[in-house]
């Protein structure tokens, strides 16, 4: 007698349950390292940034010989209002009237761009003279989250990025 054998293809609606659900679980246990991996690179995205203003800062003063100007607006009430921008002038308010421009063009990076980055500062702006890009010193530190991204220049022109993550993939030092 020989037995007939049949041969199905495909998948069960339970293996299809089984492998969703499996799915879900890992998705949702995925989730929150995404979410911090996220926060992380809209901080090392805004040190980028600034990172990319200074250098660009230098080259334009010693291009033209004149003084350059980071200049820095956080809202009294609110530390994630803020706006820093690099001009070439002194007469830069921030305003439609007064804006902050060099060479005829605006370059500035505002919380509408990094949502929920606070800033803290202790100057209104870092000055960048043509002679090897002394100026002023100051820091400007961007936190989210509890991570923090430190962008610090001293009165020499150099300057340092640094974070308090560096252990978790940033591209940048730990603070010291």
Same mark, same amino acid.
């Given at each position: 007698?020989?037995?007939?054998?049949?041969?199905?293809?495909?998948?069960? !609606?339970?293996?299809?349950?089984?492998?969703?659900?499996?799915?879900?679980?890992?998705?949702? !246990?995925?989730?929150?390292?995404?979410?911090?991996?996220?926060?992380?690179?809209?901080?090392?995205?805004?040190?980028?940034?600034?990172?990319?203003?200074?250098?660009?800062?230098?080259?334009?003063?010693?291009?033209?010989?004149?003084?350059?100007?980071?200049?820095?607006?956080?809202?009294?009430?609110?530390?994630?209002?803020?706006?820093?921008?690099?001009?070439?002038?002194?007469?830069?308010?921030?305003?439609?009237?007064?804006?902050?421009?060099?060479?005829?063009?605006?370059?500035?990076?505002?919380?509408?761009?990094?949502?929920?980055?606070? !800033?803290?500062?202790?100057?209104?702006?870092?000055?960048?003279?043509?002679?090897?890009?002394?100026?002023?010193?100051?820091?400007?530190?961007?936190? !989210?989250?509890?991570?923090?991204?430190?962008?610090?220049?001293?009165?020499?022109?150099?300057?340092?990025?640094?974070?308090?993550?560096?252990?978790?993939?940033?591209?940048?030092?730990?603070?010291?």
């Amino acid at each position: 007698m020989k037995s007939r054998r049949t041969s199905s293809y495909g998948i069960t !609606l339970i293996e299809l349950i089984v492998v969703i659900a499996i799915w879900v679980i890992l998705f949702t !246990l995925a989730i929150p390292s995404f979410q911090q991996y996220f926060k992380r690179q809209k901080l090392n995205g805004i040190a980028d940034n600034l990172h990319f203003l200074l250098r660009y800062a230098k080259a334009e003063s010693a291009k033209k010989s004149q003084r350059m100007w980071l200049k820095i607006q956080v809202n009294e009430n609110d530390d994630k209002i803020w706006r820093v921008a690099l001009t070439d002038t002194t007469a830069c308010e921030f305003t439609a009237a007064n804006p902050c421009l060099i060479n005829g063009i605006v370059r500035e990076y505002t919380n509408a761009q990094y949502q929920g980055v606070s !800033l803290k500062t202790n100057v209104n702006s870092i000055s960048i003279d043509p002679i090897r890009g002394r100026g002023n010193a100051g820091t400007i530190r961007f936190a !989210l989250n509890g991570m923090n991204i430190e962008f610090r220049k001293n009165t020499y022109g150099n300057h340092k990025v640094c974070t308090n993550f560096s252990a978790t993939n940033s591209r940048y030092p730990a603070c010291k």
